[in-house]
């Protein structure tokens, strides 16, 4: 059964960076055929995706948050990784990480969710 | 402002049949598949649909989608109270460089 587990701080002030990990069991990220990817919800709105990595480290972001984020793995925990720089209480969010088979391109599994608030 | 359209609401009583639409554009529904997402309160999004009309194994054939064109619909047959949640469609877009495009949700009430 894959799963997958976000951890982060849990609150960061305003201009600083945000770091958050995605940790996968029951898959490697190394296995070739699947994008994962970050996607985060702010309070009471819908889903906003984030961007994905592929194993090979090739990552594709969404244009409207590119300049300020950041996803890397780390193969060797099993592990991938986001960084949103300058955050502010906009960036307060339920951060999600999924896993995307490019065969269907869809998130077919999900971690629970991880809430970041922004805040001074 | 999302680039798929959803009702934000949608209702119906236990039993009935219900249908949320989704509407995008030639690059993104028109160009690619189609999949949905049920949240129940407090939870993560569950895959509910993908390639339009697929369900993944567990998934109670209540639930159907189809898609025609830049427009995608998800049913839901024998409507029963624990499918109160939200319910959001989401599919690549061509034009954004294979990015993905949400919906913005809609909520499901069951009277």
């Known amino acids: 059964q894959v799963q997958l587990q976000e951890s982060g701080p849990g609150l960061v002030k305003p201009s600083q960076t945000l770091s958050l990990t995605c940790t996968v069991s029951?898959?490697?990220?190394?296995?070739?055929?699947?994008?994962w990817s970050w996607i985060r919800q702010n309070p009471g709105k819908g889903l906003e995706w984030i961007g994905y990595?592929?194993?090979?480290?090739?990552?594709f972001y969404n244009p409207s948050l590119k300049s300020r984020i950041s996803i890397s793995a780390d193969t060797t925990k099993n592990q991938f990784s986001l960084k949103l720089t300058s955050v502010t209480a906009a960036d307060t969010a339920l951060y999600y990480c999924?896993?995307?088979?490019?065969?269907?391109?869809?998130?077919?599994?999900w971690g629970q969710g991880t809430l970041l608030t922004v805040s001074s | 402002q999302s680039v798929l359209t959803q009702p934000p609401s949608a209702s119906g009583t236990p039993g009935q049949r219900v249908t949320i639409s989704c509407s995008g554009s030639?690059?993104?529904?028109?160009?690619?598949?189609v999949g949905w997402y049920q949240q129940l309160p407090g939870t993560a999004p569950k895959l509910l649909v993908y390639?339009?009309?697929q369900r993944p194994s567990g998934v109670p054939d209540r639930f159907s989608g189809s898609k025609s064109g830049t427009s995608a619909s998800l049913a839901i047959s024998g409507l029963q109270s624990e499918d109160e949640a939200d319910y959001y469609c989401?599919?690549?877009?061509?034009?954004?460089?294979?990015?993905?495009?949400f919906g913005g949700g809609t909520k499901l009430t069951v009277l």
């Open positions: 989401a599919a690549w877009d061509d034009s954004l460089n294979g990015h993905v495009v």
């Open positions: 999924a896993r995307v088979p490019l065969a269907y391109k869809i998130f077919d599994y």
């Open positions: 390639s339009n009309n």
């Open positions: 990595i592929y194993y090979t480290g090739r990552t």
């Open positions: 030639s690059s993104s529904i028109g160009s690619n598949t």
């Open positions: 029951g898959d490697s990220i190394t296995s070739g055929g699947y994008f």
